[in-house]
C-alpha cells in the first residue's frame, strides 16, 4: 500500500520562504513522478509543481522562478522549496503520485501553509 506523508507546513511573513517534504513508503518512488498541489479556502484543488524520476520539473505559471521542487530518490522523499512567500500562496499542499498518464493516484494527508501579509 502506498503511503505519502507531508511536513514543512507553517506560518511565515509575506516575502519568507519554508520547505515541504513528501516522504513515501510501499511503492515504487523511482519509478513515479510525484506532484505538488494546493487547494485554498473556497477553491479548487490546482497543480503547483512535479518532478519525474529523472530530475525534470515543471511548474504553475504562478510559482515559476519562487518555488523548486526536488527529489531525493534514496530517501524516497520529495521537496518543494517555497521563496518569496505570498499571502494569495495560503493553501493546504498536497503531495501526489502521478501514474503513466500524469494523474495522481495516491495522495498525502495535506500540509497547511499560510502567509501572512
Known amino acids: 500500500q502506498v503511503r505519502l506523508v507531508e511536513s514543512g507546513g507553517g506560518l511565515v511573513q509575506a516575502g519568507g520562504s519554508l520547505r515541504l517534504s513528501c516522504t513515501a513508503s510501499?511503492?515504487?518512488?523511482?519509478?513515479?513522478?510525484q506532484g505538488w498541489y494546493r487547494q485554498a479556502p473556497g477553491k479548487q484543488r490546482e497543480f503547483v509543481a512535479r518532478a519525474t524520476p529523472g530530475g525534470v520539473t515543471n511548474y504553475a505559471d504562478s510559482v515559476k522562478g519562487r518555488f523548486t521542487a526536488s527529489r531525493d530518490n534514496s530517501k524516497n522523499t520529495v521537496y518543494l522549496q517555497m521563496n518569496s512567500l505570498k499571502p494569495e500562496d495560503t493553501a493546504v499542499y498536497y503531495c501526489?503520485?502521478?501514474?503513466?498518464?500524469?494523474?495522481?493516484?495516491?495522495w498525502g494527508q495535506g500540509t497547511q501553509v499560510t502567509v501572512s501579509s
Open positions: 510501499g511503492s515504487i518512488f523511482s519509478r513515479d513522478a
Open positions: 501526489a503520485a502521478l501514474g503513466f498518464t500524469g494523474n495522481p493516484y495516491v
